[in-house]
Each structure stands twice: as C-alpha cells, then as structure tokens.
C-alpha cells in the first residue's frame, strides 16, 4: 500500500519561511518522480513544482518566482519542498504526489498517488 505523508505545514507572516516534508512508502520511490501541487477554496489543484526521479532534473510554476526549492532524498524517501518569501496568496492546501515514472509532470493527472495534505497559511 502506497502511503504519503506530508507535514511541515503551519502559519507564517509574509516574508517568512516553511519547510514541507513528504515521507513516502509502498512504492520505489527512488525511481520516481515526484510533484507538489496546491489547491485553495472553489480552485483547481494547481502544480508548484515536480522533480524527476534522481533529482537532476526540477519545474516550477511561474508563480514560484524562485522563492520555492522542491528536493528529493532518495536514501530517506522523502521529497521536500522549501517555501520563502511567503505570500497571502501562497495560503493553501499543498498535497505531494508520487508518479509511478521516472520523468517528471506538470499534470495531476500524471501521478498515481497523492498524501492528504499539508495546510500553510500566510497572514499578517
């Protein structure tokens, strides 16, 4: 059974930092790639970024602005994602998927499973 587990999430003011963290089980995770995606209220999940399978190969949204760093650790089974310079608008639910591929994608549809997610919240 594939498990995936997020955490790291909480709340900040704008301008501060987080550190999500996603342990994975049930798969070979290190031949596949991974993704962070994010949904708000009445939106559709949107990708943040995705890394392929060892890591050497990384994709973000035009939103990212190179706040975010996504990274994969093949020996821990965790893929991570670094979030600062926090934004209001970066307030959302952040699940990670796990993609039964070695190539990354910008697509849910693409990944096979998903965690529950992690909520971060960004206000003043």
């Known amino acids: 059974q594939v498990r995936l587990v997020e955490s790291g999430g909480g709340s900040v003011q704008p301008g501060g930092s987080l550190r999500l963290s996603c342990a994975a089980s049930?798969?070979?995770?290190?031949?596949?790639?991974m993704a962070w995606f994010r949904q708000t209220l009445g939106n559709s999940r949107e990708v943040v970024a995705a890394?392929?399978?060892?890591?050497?190969?990384?994709c973000y949204a035009a939103f990212v602005k190179r706040r975010f760093t996504i990274s994969k650790d093949n020996a821990k089974n965790t893929v991570y994602l670094e979030l600062n310079s926090l934004e209001p608008q970066d307030t959302a639910l952040y699940y990670c998927?796990?993609?039964?591929?070695?190539?990354?994608?910008?697509?849910?549809?693409?990944?096979?499973?998903w965690g529950q997610g992690t909520h971060v919240t960004v206000s003043s």
């Open positions: 890394i392929n399978w060892n890591g050497d190969s990384t």
């Open positions: 998927a796990e993609r039964a591929a070695r190539t990354l994608s910008i697509y849910a549809g693409d990944y096979n499973y």
């Open positions: 049930g798969h070979t995770f290190s031949t596949d790639a």
